[in-house]
């Protein structure tokens, strides 16, 4: 029996406003879309159905639109005041991974990585938020993204509420997921290589709409395809129809480039099919069709079978596959055969050999793959007990880093929804598979856990029974450390990458000019000090490197000159003393300093040198090392 609140409509008087809409949507649902204050009604749309004349087309124009969408691309656009600090407490192999695991709202994060990391990207998988109601926590404020995001990891804002961009009233409208996915899928485009390729994993909620973004974004003519995972075998009996599927959408961000190197989009060959019926010394093949489609004047002779005698001609439309003088080598190389049996057409030989070289097609169902069944079971497997619902197998995201990176076993995969970190693991199974030396850049929202939420209960449960703070990238983190031991154990022989830097997003380290007026002299006084007094030279030396462009794994060497601490970052392209006192004396000895270990180096590029601006005791100390550099050719000097 259930019991009344005061939240069933049971309870409440009729609504008269929602029972309108519902008959309207139930007898024009064009006329019923979203608008600023939630479901509205297209007047136009409903002028036309009734004949009005007045209705014009000089508004109308092909794509897709809702409010916001303006504001949602000039978030895209507008710069980061954030910067991300360093983990090492938390990282994996801090001094030699490559990898990167960031925690921290995804579009602050991606705007911080576009100076280092655009255009070297070679593939981005995501799994975003499905948009079912209520299951994405990305409230982005058009002002102040950094602010936003520091309070939403405390749950709250100012007022207590519950940060949730949406809830069970609005989750269901497409316009708040419109506006959280479209400034990321803008700026996740620039990240990516001119070979890279796109992934992203929807149900049928938005699929369509994002196709549309998608289109508008990438072009519609770097669309690959859309494939079809299996992604479960249990039937939902209350549904009308059952879902089994999740969609993959594969864009590229330049699909002129893999329709002139196919091979280089391609999966491995598993060899099944292959056989040597007649012990060819080359190995295992398999028989391939001699025919191609059109009519290609040069390539429509005729074929004589060797043992019956028959000719054959290509099919109406088709020509074989080769010229007559190739066919001849072909025939002459053992290359030609005619069916099993010897009595039928033509057919080419294709080597297992030469097939694993140039690897094989991807098809658009994938059914042979693991179902989220398997995957939970796996994952639980791994952490020791059941954590999350429904993650993605490790199998299907192999594949995808199988397809994207066929010819690049060095690249970077990037997934900026890491969720429980499976393109991560996955890409160190990949490398010890293959031994390949793939990067991976993990992005995800260190979002509260509420163990009162049956979804999240269990996570919860995880977190505080293993001492980690109450949030999902705690988790992304630890499946990260077991699955980098499991690979180890597993692979006795592999020597490959299975660490990771953890980074945080935060406020810059610089501060901002914000004078008490009630308060003005003591404010003057704290703003000498330009840098935060709560922040590490680390913190500084990383924010340095996001904005001049350095890669985060760049290596860094330190060296102590007349008694001070210097940075070398990326042999010698960024040189940086962090000092809190350089006196008149110490500004001659420590650039001359500088100036040797910079010969040293010998860096490939122009050098960028960094102090703190308040250690210099005087103008007089600063102008004077300044001058130093400058003479020994080492111009952007610079003070923070």
């Not at 996740?188 to 973004?213: H, M």
């Not at 340095?544 to 990326?570: F, N, R, Y």
Request: glycine letters at 6%.
């Amino acid at each position: 029996m259930k019991k009344l609140t005061v939240n069933d409509p049971e309870t409440k008087s009729p609504d008269i406003v929602s029972d309108n809409v519902a008959r309207l949507t139930a007898l024009f649902p064009e006329l019923v879309t979203e608008g600023k204050h939630g479901v509205c009604v297209n007047v136009d749309v409903l002028k036309g159905l009734i004949g009005d004349k007045t209705v014009t087309d000089a508004e109308e124009k092909y794509g897709l639109n809702w409010h916001g969408k303006r504001l949602a691309r000039q978030l895209a656009l507008t710069p980061s005041t954030g910067t991300l600090r360093p983990c090492q407490e938390e990282s994996v192999d801090w001094e030699k991974t490559q990898n990167l695991m960031i925690e921290g709202d995804n579009l602050e994060v991606m705007k911080l990585l576009q100076k280092t990391y655009v255009g070297q990207v070679k593939l981005i998988y995501i799994d975003p938020p499905y948009n079912t109601g209520g299951d994405f926590v990305y409230p982005d404020d058009y002002r102040d993204n950094i602010r936003n995001y520091l309070e939403l990891t405390k749950q709250s804002d100012k007022s207590g509420r519950k940060l949730s961009s949406n809830t069970e009233l609005s989750g269901r409208f497409h316009t708040d997921w419109l506006n959280m996915i479209y400034p990321r899928m803008k700026l996740a485009r620039n990240l990516l290589r001119e070979d890279g390729i796109l992934v992203v994993s929807i149900s049928d909620v938005e699929s369509a709409n994002l196709r549309c973004i998608l289109d508008e974004i990438y072009g519609d003519t770097n669309f690959i395809g859309c494939v079809i995972w299996n992604s479960t075998k249990s039937v939902t009996n209350t549904a009308l129809i059952s879902v089994s599927h999740t969609h993959n959408l594969i864009y590229a961000k330049s699909k002129d480039y893999f329709v002139e190197n196919r091979a280089h989009f391609r999966m491995p060959e598993d060899g099944d099919g292959f056989a040597n019926p007649d012990n060819d010394p080359r190995g295992p093949w398999k028989a391939d069709p001699f025919q191609v489609g059109g009519e290609r004047p040069n390539q429509l002779y005729q074929i004589k079978n060797p043992k019956t005698g028959e000719v054959y001609k290509p099919n109406p439309g088709c020509s074989w596959k080769n010229e007559y003088t190739v066919f001849q080598q072909l025939l002459a190389d053992n290359r030609i055969v005619f069916g099993a049996s010897g009595e039928a057409g033509p057919q080419r030989k294709r080597f297992l050999s030469e097939a694993e070289e140039r690897g094989k097609v991807a098809k658009t169902i994938w059914n042979e793959i693991d179902t989220t069944t398997n995957a939970t079971r796996d994952l639980k497997e791994l952490l020791g007990e059941a954590v999350f619902d429904n993650p993605k197998p490790v199998e299907l995201l192999r594949r995808f880093i199988q397809l994207g990176t066929h010819d690049r076993a060095d690249s970077i995969v990037m997934d900026f929804f890491a969720g429980s970190g499976t393109t991560g693991h996955a890409v160190f199974e990949q490398n010890a598979a293959d031994g390949g030396k793939r990067r991976f850049i993990l992005v995800q929202l260190p979002e509260p856990l509420d163990a009162d939420d049956k979804d999240q209960k269990f996570a919860a449960a995880y977190c505080r029974k293993n001492a980690l703070a109450n949030n999902i990238a705690e988790i992304t983190k630890e499946r990260m450390r077991r699955a980098g031991n499991k690979i180890r154990t597993d692979n006795a022989l592999f020597s490959g990458d299975v660490g990771f830097r953890t980074f945080k997003l935060a406020s810059s380290n610089i501060q901002t000019w914000e004078p008490d007026r009630e308060r003005l002299a003591a404010t003057l006084e704290a703003s000498i000090e330009h840098l935060k007094t709560d922040r590490t030279a680390s913190d500084i030396l990383f924010e340095l490197m996001l904005k001049l462009g350095l890669d985060l794994c760049v290596p860094i060497e330190e060296k102590t000159i007349a008694g001070k601490s210097v940075q070398s970052i990326g042999a010698g392209i960024l040189l940086v003393c962090l000092a809190a006192e350089i006196s008149r004396e110490d500004s001659e000895a420590l650039a001359l300093g500088i100036v040797e270990w910079h010969k040293s180096l010998a860096p490939t590029g122009e050098s960028t040198v960094v102090f703190r601006d308040s250690a210099f005791v005087d103008d007089v100390a600063k102008t004077n090392l300044t001058a130093i550099l400058e003479q020994a050719g080492m111009d952007t000097v610079r003070s923070i």
